[in-house]
């Protein structure tokens, strides 16, 4: 029988059914719903009421990577910059540094149950880069395109491993995750980076084209914990469905690994805990 670390390594991935009890996956959802009334948008006019929104819009995001920030859903303005739906169903997630920031997920994210299985997959000297609460809400959840994490929290060497938590039943219906096994044994494609002088570009490393036919759904129960290899293509479809599919994700890289600047998220070096640690 192959250990949960060979599976992974043969696999690019790993689905862990249920990891994460129901009762749990409500009380983050809860809390994420709560977080989000205490964010006022208007507040913001700058960011996301200029007409030089892409820019404006673009900085709120680069600076995100120690915050914990609010994104919409591309369709959830109409033209006149009004919402077409209450607030908390106009975002498409919360970010980047949930687990470090916030005690709930900072304690969902460090829980026993993580640290035990960062331990079989041999990620002791891993630290906590990144995390996101993905709402994906009944009809208006939009599709993220084909990538590898790696393109977005590039290491050398490659060392980026993700943990996405369906906190709902994910199915093709309402968005779940595509990949296909083994998937992660092929090059990094991208890198999607600072630009000098300002904003973000995406930088190609191999033309080759990923292989979206050999990818399958992966859908799994409320609860379940999906681990993800940095160079494993994967993506998930809009939601259509009249049920959401929220899901909280982490990233994680190597303590010692070279992270260059130019990557789009900054986190002070010193400031990164891995899962042993709680920041409260
Ligand atoms: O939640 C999704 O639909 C996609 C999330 C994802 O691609 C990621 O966390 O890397």
Not at 39 to 43: I, N, T
Not at 48 to 51: A, E, G, I
Not at 74 to 78: E, L, N, T
């Given at each position: 029988m192959p250990t949960l670390n060979q599976q992974f390594q043969s696999q690019g991935f790993l689905v862990l059914e249920r990891f994460v009890p129901a009762k749990a996956c409500d009380a983050l959802m809860l809390w994420a719903e709560a977080l989000t009334s205490d964010?006022?948008?208007?507040?913001h006019p700058s960011i996301?009421?200029?007409?030089d929104q892409s820019k404006s819009s673009d900085d709120y995001f680069l600076e995100s990577g120690d915050q914990i920030s609010f994104f919409f859903e591309?369709?959830?303005?109409?033209e006149k910059g009004e919402?077409?739906?209450d607030l908390f169903h106009s975002l498409n997630k919360i970010g980047h540094a949930l687990h470090d920031l916030d005690p709930m997920f900072a304690s969902f994210s460090r829980s026993k149950e993580m640290r035990e299985l960062a331990a079989e997959l041999g990620l002791e000297d891993h630290v906590l880069i990144q995390s996101m609460m993905i709402f994906?809400?009944?009809?208006?959840g939009g599709k993220v395109d084909v990538h590898q994490d790696a393109t977005f929290l590039y290491t050398e060497p490659q060392s980026c491993i993700g943990f996405w938590f369906a906190l709902e039943d994910a199915t093709i219906e309402n968005g779940c995750m595509w990949a296909a096994a083994g998937?992660?044994?092929?090059?990094?494609?991208s890198r999607f980076q600072r630009k000098e002088g300002g904003g973000t570009e995406m930088q190609i490393l191999d033309e080759q084209p990923y292989d979206i036919n050999s990818m399958k759904p992966l859908e799994v129960p409320k609860g379940s914990c999906i681990v993800l290899h940095g160079l494993l293509p994967h993506y998930s479809l809009p939601n259509t469905s009249g049920k959401s599919r929220q899901a909280f994700a982490i990233h994680t890289i190597h303590r010692d690994a070279y992270y260059p600047e130019s990557n789009w998220l900054r986190r002070e070096r010193k400031s990164l805990k891995g899962f042993e640690q709680s920041a409260h």
């Open positions: 964010f006022d948008y208007k507040g996301f009421q200029t007409t591309k369709d959830a303005f109409d919402l077409k739906q994906k809400h009944a009809k208006i998937g992660h044994k092929t090059s990094l494609r």
